[in-house]
């Protein structure tokens, strides 16, 4: 079954570090694709913070 997770940037969290963590738990055949984006958010003060996405598509061991 092909399956997608998305990990999102949080004020906590990163989205690299947990998407790596995660695709070290797959073996290399089991992923598809991976998709990154990132967007500029206007914090406080205007100060600019860069939110990032990353979609893994990959394959269930069924």
Same mark, same amino acid.
């Given at each position: 079954?092909? +399956?997608v997770?998305?990990?999102? =940037? #949080? =004020? %906590? %969290?990163? *989205?690299?570090? &947990?998407a790596? +963590?995660f695709? *070290?738990?797959? #073996? =290399?055949? +089991?992923?598809?694709?991976?998709?990154y984006? %990132?967007?500029?958010? /206007?914090?406080?003060? =205007? *100060?600019?913070? +860069? &939110? %990032?996405s990353?979609?893994?598509?990959?394959? /269930?061991?069924?």
């Open positions: 079954m092909i +399956q997770k998305e990990f999102l =940037d #949080t =004020d %906590s %969290s990163y *989205a690299e570090s &947990r790596n +963590q695709l *070290a738990e797959l #073996t =290399d055949d +089991q992923v598809i694709n991976v998709c984006g %990132s967007i500029l958010k /206007t914090g406080k003060h =205007d *100060a600019g913070l +860069q &939110r %990032s990353i979609l893994i598509v990959y394959k /269930t061991k069924e």
